[in-house]
């Protein structure tokens, strides 16, 4: 059992920055790969970034490649996103995820066995 829980969301302005970050509770954090997610106003929930368990591999949805940036600490049983040059289509609330099987496995079939709750961004024109 993993137990997620996002921070780091807020209000910027378009071409700011944030970081969002995910705590992760329990063991064994190191065999999960993560994901972000995010859900826009009026929006089906879409695939951000992912991160196999090593940080090895990383992968982006195109609208964020160069200005998103996802990493890992194992020791700390946290994943990151450093978010740079936000447009306000970038506004949603963030989610952490969780899948316990290979990143390409998990994004291949959508497994993500374990979502946090979520934190929201918004990003003004």
């Known amino acids: 059992q993993v137990q997620l829980v996002e921070s780091g969301g807020g209000l910027v302005q378009a071409g700011g920055s944030l970081r969002l970050s995910c705590a992760a509770s329990?063991?064994?954090?190191?065999?999960?790969?993560m994901g972000w997610f995010r859900q826009g106003p009026g929006k089906e929930r879409e695939f951000v970034a992912a991160?196999?368990?090593?940080?090895?591999?990383?992968y982006y949805t195109s609208s964020v490649k160069g200005r998103f940036t996802i990493s890992r600490d194992n020791a700390k049983n946290t994943v990151l996103l450093q978010m740079n040059s936000l447009k306000p289509e970038d506004t949603a609330v963030y989610y952490c995820?969780?899948?316990?099987?290979?990143?390409?496995?998990?994004?291949?079939?959508?497994?993500?066995?374990?979502w946090g709750q979520g934190t929201q961004v918004t990003v003004s024109s």
């Open positions: 995820a969780a899948g316990s099987d290979d990143v390409v496995v998990v994004l291949t079939t959508g497994k993500f066995d374990y």
């Open positions: 329990g063991r064994s954090f190191s065999t999960y790969a």
């Open positions: 991160i196999s368990r090593s940080g090895g591999s990383v």
